[in-house]
């Protein structure tokens, strides 16, 4: 018998199936599923169905106080059903947050910093003493489920005076740990972007990638992407969006678009001011903003579905398939006009919004 089969559900594409569910995976997928089970839902005809809304850029350490959100008001309570904590702790703290993670209703992993206690202060790489690849090396043993990655911040209020060292730091404990996905945080210099770059390889995630800063991707005297911006993304770096309080410009990401430089993955670098203030609220209004952009709705789900789960190394989620977990978003698309605030402070209309109504994890459903 079946704990759970979900029936009519409607993919983005417009196909139909049923989906059998036991023991927390996908385990048949069907035009029709009539086998026995314990829950049966059925989905109504202006709803769609998605893998599970994968969030790799958020704060959800609560004992934190720069940064830190509660995981189930940003992931099952939005629609999202795993968050990738981006360095909000490091190999000292990690423990304490893993702890308080197995609580949560929604999945959460994690990236660990590699300065010890994590954005304990703004400045953690300020004092490279703070590093200490051993403990890294023994958090990654500990916590090989939850620790997903490791972060670097790499801007002038994070760094102090040391200029590249920091990221060549994750890049020797990067290469010296399985080569583990490494997030690159960029912001104003120094250093300079192109110098973060040329030090970064494929399959290394630069997030914050269309802000508007000076020492962001755009030039704005030609009002084009930089020519060595497009070496990185060519070389096969990975753009995620990390739009947060200060790393989102509407203008950056349009003109790289009309450039055909897309961004790979899609995140909020959501914690709890910018959720309660804005201008993130939610993973649905971030999409919004790159629907209004330019993005379709297909290509912005694979962005926080199939693509964030390649790129960290998520085997078992990001796709509807048999064996996957039964990790699911249930939502509408509905014609409404609403404005868009970017992190600049300027403004867009989208006349499309995404609503999640559901939220299903291992199998477990949860309304929104």
């Given at each position: ?202 399959g290394d995630v630069l997030t ?136 600049n402070g300027f403004t867009r ?20």
């Amino acid at each position: 018998m079946l704990d759970l089969v979900i029936k009519r559900a409607t993919l983005i594409d417009g196909t139909m199936i049923d989906i059998g569910i036991k023991e927390k995976k996908i385990v048949t997928i069907k035009e029709e599923i009539t086998d026995e089970s314990k829950e049966i839902l059925v989905l109504d005809s202006d709803v769609f169905l998605s893998a599970g809304w994968i969030d790799d850029h958020v704060h959800c350490f609560e004992k934190m106080n720069l940064y830190y959100d509660y995981p189930d008001q940003i992931g099952v309570e939005k629609g999202v059903t795993t968050v990738i904590d981006a360095g909000t702790t490091g190999a000292e703290n990690i423990h304490e947050f893993y702890t308080l993670a197995q609580e949560a209703k929604t999945n959460v992993l994690a990236l660990v910093n590699i300065s010890k206690w994590g954005i304990v202060e703004q400045d953690e790489l300020a004092d490279l003493s703070k590093v200490k690849e051993a403990l890294v090396k023994k958090a990654l043993h500990d916590l090989p489920d939850f620790i997903v990655g490791i972060k670097a911040r790499m801007s002038k209020t994070v760094i102090g005076d040391n200029g590249i060292t920091p990221l060549e730091m994750a890049k020797k404990i990067q290469a010296e740990n399985k080569h583990l996905p490494l997030m690159v945080h960029v912001g104003s210099a120094p250093p300079e972007l192109e110098e973060i770059l040329s030090v970064m390889e494929k399959g290394d995630v630069l997030t914050h990638c269309f802000n508007g800063k000076i020492n962001g991707i755009l030039d704005t005297e030609s009002d084009t992407i930089k020519p060595f911006v497009w070496d990185a993304y060519n070389k096969g770096i990975i753009f995620d969006i990390g739009h947060g309080t200060d790393s989102f410009n509407f203008h950056v990401a349009q003109t790289a678009l009309r450039e055909e430089m897309k961004a790979t993955s899609i995140s909020t670098d959501i914690y709890i001011r910018n959720r309660t203030n804005g201008p993130v609220y939610d993973m649905a209004t971030t999409m919004e903003k790159l629907f209004v952009v330019g993005y379709s709705w297909e290509e912005i789900l694979e962005k926080i579905t199939e693509v964030p789960a390649n790129n960290f190394g998520l085997k078992n989620k990001g796709k509807i398939q048999t064996g996957y977990d039964a990790d699911f978003t249930v939502f509408k698309i509905e014609d409404k006009e609403k404005v868009l605030t970017d992190s600049n402070g300027f403004t867009r209309t989208t006349t499309q919004q995404i609503t999640p109504v559901k939220t299903i994890i291992g199998g477990v459903i949860y309304d929104n």
